[in-house]
């Protein structure tokens, strides 16, 4: 893994876990849904961006989505150049 993705993923964990979220993986993929890193997830890259670039299609905006479950929750936003997704422990 590319040592900037490695320290932008690592400050990502250290953010949550400030505030107290469990985070349970990162995923940084390319608009194209092309995998750029990632740690402890085993998710396919694509639906992910392209559930970003929905998302930014129907706001008029980049904007940050978010899929809770039971017991998960997957924050996704776009930037640029990338799609960040965050897999957390659904806070409670």
């Known amino acids: ?3 900037k993705f490695e320290a932008l993923i690592d400050s990502a964990i250290e953010k ?6 469990e985070v349970k993986g ?3 993929c390319d608009k ?21 670039e929905l998302a ?5 905006r ?3 989505v978010c899929l809770e479950h ?11 150049k990338a799609v960040v997704s965050v897999y ?3 806070a409670t």
Not at 32 to 52: F, H
Not at 56 to 60: T, V
Not at 70 to 80: A, G, K, M, S
Request: aromatic share 2%; net charge neutral.
């Open 1 to 3: 893994m590319d040592k």
């Open 16 to 21: 949550f876990t400030m505030v107290g979220v």
């Open 26 to 28: 990162v995923l940084v």
């Open 32 to 52: 194209n849904g092309l995998s750029l890193a990632s740690k402890d997830v085993s998710i396919s890259p694509g639906p992910t961006a392209r559930l970003a």
């Open 56 to 60: 930014a299609s129907l706001s008029g």
């Open 62 to 64: 980049r904007t940050t």
């Open 70 to 80: 039971n017991e998960d929750q997957v924050l996704i936003q776009q930037t640029d």
């Open 88 to 90: 957390t422990k659904h």
